[in-house]
């Protein structure tokens, strides 16, 4: 069973700092996909990363692929209060359609 | 921009009654899939559809489950015999492909089930 854990799963910050948050598995993925949240409603893309390594930059918020597709990484520079929501991680198996979640990273930014 | 919708947004039920939870996928997207995500859960795979077919389930998609495409906009989830714990957020979500960068999966808002 394929399994994405997320940490931490509780951040409180204030605005302006940086953080990461991280997603790591003992599997092997062939893509993954960060989301966001709000509450009661739907994941919201934000980025796929496909090749070991790779690092993708939206705005203050990169994301990386490990080299060997088995985590991955979210770092936002100078958080913001609209920062804050629910992060997900979700990877996609080569063999499979299915996406398998992490639990999220709950991200609080105080003003 | 185009968006996967979902309805309703909220259904109420009484257990052991049917529902059907719809959805309208992206246009181009050849892909559907089914999540639930209980609340302070994960969010969970139900099944996925392509080609007028399921291509893949889990094992909580039971014989209480079934799924159809019933034209070519709609996709719908069924639910038999509702439970208590079948209480959720329903979550639709479509993609254009099954690999690489067409493999992203776009959501919907999602339909709260209640079941009472």
């Known amino acids: 069973t394929q399994l994405l854990e997320q940490s931490p799963q509780f951040l409180s910050i204030q605005e302006g700092e940086n953080l990461t948050v991280y997603c790591n598995s003992s599997?092997?993925?062939?893509?993954l996909q960060w989301y966001r949240q709000e509450p009661g409603e739907g994941p919201v893309l934000l980025v796929t990363v496909v090749t070991g390594g790779e690092v993708k930059k939206l705005k203050r918020l990169t994301f990386q692929f490990g080299d060997a597709r088995k985590d991955s990484s979210l770092h936002i520079t100078a958080a913001q209060p609209g920062d804050t929501g629910l992060y997900l991680c979700?990877?996609?198996?080569?063999?499979?359609?299915?996406?398998?979640f992490g639990q999220g990273t709950r991200l609080t930014i105080n003003p | 921009e185009p968006e996967v919708t979902q309805t309703p947004s909220h259904q109420v039920t009484q257990m052991g009654q049917e529902v059907i939870l719809r959805c309208v996928p992206i246009s181009n997207h050849l892909y559907f899939y089914w999540y639930r995500q209980i609340l302070g859960q994960k969010v969970e795979f139900l099944v996925s559809f392509y080609n007028n077919e399921i291509s893949e389930k889990s094992e909580i998609f039971d014989d209480q489950f079934s799924v159809e495409r019933p034209d070519g906009s709609n996709f719908t989830l069924k639910i038999r015999s509702t439970k208590l714990e079948d209480s959720a957020m329903y979550f639709c979500?479509?993609?254009?492909?099954?690999?690489?960068?067409?493999?992203?999966?776009?959501f919907g808002p999602g339909t709260r089930l209640t079941v009472t």
């Open positions: 979500a479509s993609s254009e492909g099954a690999s690489g960068l067409t493999y992203e999966q776009y």
């Open positions: 599997s092997v993925f062939s893509s």
């Open positions: 979700a990877g996609a198996d080569q063999g499979a359609q299915k996406l398998v």
